[in-house]
């Protein structure tokens, strides 16, 4: 479950740390020693509309109810948190906070847009801090490289962001109103990512962000790994760590070389068993500046 740009731990992720510690422990005592007080943490949309209890707009949207979708809820956590690392906390809280408030209001909006058309009414959504993780999908899919890992059956690719993938489907298929819950955070983490209407001004004020890192960083920092320092050749640190990273470019480009000599080794091995002698195929790359599909377009037409 780990993605290519990911390293040790939860080293330079606080945020990630905390939202990975404090709602589950938080969702497994609601659930195993303190049942009678999750009917506050319900996300009660029918409360909210008819008796005008907006607290449960906080209170449903942080702490899941089921177990299931708490442990989808922190693998996810653990793996976005290289956007913590890469944007740094300030930047990453933003997000975080931004697609919160974002997914609140879309939550609302797709509801009443679902009664509208349908007549379906959703009395009550998922509950937990699950917009903002739907929401990392985009960043997660627009920023982070795609590398092909292996393949199964020889035809379906296995990249290093299939399993995070597969975690998201499994959290989307745990109940039968979490594709609004879905739909919404996906919604809020692309206006926020591409900054739609400037929503980007739901941001943590610098005077807020100086004192969370004086007062609440230093209780969920977690420990440098001590296999850092052992790495790399720079002077310090962080070059060692800038090393590592353009070596994972490094790795990153040589691999998608490799699967792009592989799929045209397959796709010469094709057209040979077209009939095509290996020297007309090898002339036709060289007359098509090596692209395999124009190659295949003048085999076919001479």
Same mark, same amino acid.
Request: with cysteine; net charge positive.
């Given at each position: 479950?780990?993605?290519?740009?990911?390293?040790?731990?939860?080293?330079?992720?606080?945020?990630?740390?905390?939202?990975?510690?404090?709602?589950?422990?938080?969702?497994?005592?609601?659930?195993?020693?303190? %049942?009678?007080?999750?009917?506050?943490?319900?996300?009660?949309?029918?409360?909210?509309?008819?008796?005008? %209890?907006?607290?449960?707009?906080?209170?449903?949207?942080?702490?899941?109810?089921?177990?299931?979708?708490?442990?989808?809820?922190?693998?996810?956590?653990?793996?976005?948190?290289?956007?913590?690392?890469?944007?740094?906390?300030?930047?990453?809280?933003?997000?975080?906070?931004?697609?919160?408030?974002?997914?609140?209001?879309?939550?609302?909006?797709?509801?009443?847009?679902?009664?509208?058309?349908?007549?379906?009414?959703?009395?009550?959504?998922?509950?937990?801090?699950?917009?903002?993780?739907?929401?990392?999908?985009?960043?997660?899919?627009?920023?982070?490289?795609?590398?092909?890992?292996?393949?199964?059956?020889?035809?379906?690719?296995?990249?290093?962001?299939?399993?995070?993938?597969?975690?998201?489907?499994?959290?989307?298929?745990?109940?039968?109103?979490?594709?609004?819950?879905?739909?919404?955070?996906?919604?809020?983490?692309?206006?926020?990512?591409?900054?739609?209407?400037?929503? %980007?001004?739901?941001?943590?004020?610098?005077?807020?962000?100086?004192?969370?890192?004086?007062?609440?960083?230093?209780?969920?920092?977690?420990?440098?790994?001590?296999?850092?320092?052992?790495?790399?050749?720079?002077?310090?640190?962080?070059?060692?760590?800038? %090393?590592?990273?353009?070596?994972?470019?490094?790795?990153?480009?040589?691999?998608?070389?490799?699967?792009?000599?592989?799929?045209?080794?397959?796709?010469?091995?094709?057209?040979?068993?077209?009939?095509?002698?290996?020297?007309?195929?090898?002339?036709?790359?060289?007359?098509?500046?090596?692209?395999?599909?124009?190659?295949?377009?003048?085999?076919?037409?001479?």
């Amino acid at each position: 479950m780990f993605t290519s740009t990911g390293s040790s731990g939860l080293y330079k992720a606080p945020l990630s740390k905390s939202l990975l510690l404090i709602p589950s422990a938080l969702s497994v005592l609601l659930t195993l020693l303190f %049942q009678h007080y999750q009917k506050f943490f319900a996300y009660n949309l029918q409360a909210i509309k008819e008796d005008f %209890q907006i607290w449960r707009l906080i209170c449903g949207r942080i702490i899941c109810l089921d177990l299931k979708d708490t442990f989808c809820s922190s693998l996810l956590i653990y793996n976005f948190r290289i956007f913590e690392r890469r944007y740094g906390s300030r930047k990453f809280t933003s997000f975080v906070l931004g697609t919160w408030l974002l997914s609140a209001f879309f939550d609302l909006l797709l509801v009443e847009v679902l009664h509208y058309l349908f007549g379906i009414t959703a009395r009550r959504l998922p509950s937990g801090f699950l917009g903002p993780l739907f929401a990392l999908f985009v960043p997660f899919y627009c920023s982070i490289p795609r590398v092909q890992v292996t393949q199964v059956l020889g035809q379906l690719p296995i990249t290093n962001k299939t399993l995070v993938y597969i975690m998201g489907l499994q959290l989307l298929t745990s109940s039968s109103y979490m594709w609004i819950i879905a739909l919404s955070g996906l919604v809020s983490g692309l206006f926020y990512y591409s900054n739609m209407l400037k929503v %980007q001004v739901l941001s943590v004020p610098s005077g807020v962000a100086k004192i969370f890192s004086r007062i609440v960083e230093p209780i969920f920092s977690s420990a440098e790994p001590t296999n850092e320092a052992r790495e790399g050749m720079g002077a310090t640190v962080d070059i060692q760590r800038q %090393q590592r990273m353009e070596l994972i470019d490094q790795q990153i480009m040589l691999s998608q070389f490799a699967q792009m000599r592989w799929q045209r080794q397959q796709q010469v091995t094709r057209l040979m068993e077209m009939g095509f002698s290996r020297v007309a195929v090898l002339e036709a790359l060289r007359a098509s500046n090596n692209d395999i599909n124009v190659a295949t377009n003048f085999l076919l037409q001479h």
